[in-house]
């Protein structure tokens, strides 16, 4: 069974900063696209971030130049550095790995873990 294993998320203070880590598999890391969203209440889950084997990311508009994605794969583990936190950051955020082949696309999801941003 795939485990993404999450970890970092919290309470900080407008203008603070945290970094979320997700841990995988090694044949995750070697073969998926890997990403992270996020989903506040009320709202659909929409992504944050997303970082290719070669390295090539990708980012939401509302994070571009404060947040920061990064695998490590040698520790098979990707990294979602965060400043600059608004409170409109806040949400359960997810680590993501996805396997496009063909026509079949292949997808696995974190647990979730909460960030606030709120004074």
């Known amino acids: 069974q795939v485990q993404l294993v999450e970890s970092g998320g919290g309470l900080v203070q407008p203008g603070g900063s945290l970094r979320l880590s997700c841990a995988a598999s090694?044949?995750?890391?070697?073969?998926?696209?890997l990403g992270w969203y996020r989903q506040a209440p009320g709202k659909q889950r929409e992504l944050v971030a997303d970082i290719r084997r070669g390295g090539t990311t990708n980012y939401a508009d509302s994070v571009k130049g404060r947040f920061t994605i990064s695998r490590d794969n040698a520790k098979n583990t990707m990294y979602l550095q965060m400043n600059s936190l608004k409170p409109e950051d806040t949400a359960v955020y997810y680590c993501?790995?996805?396997?496009?082949?063909?026509?079949?696309?292949?997808?696995?999801w974190g647990q979730g873990t909460q960030v606030t941003v709120s004074s």
């Open positions: 090694e044949f995750i890391f070697s073969v998926y696209t």
């Open positions: 993501n790995a996805k396997r496009i082949v063909g026509v079949t696309t292949t997808t696995y």
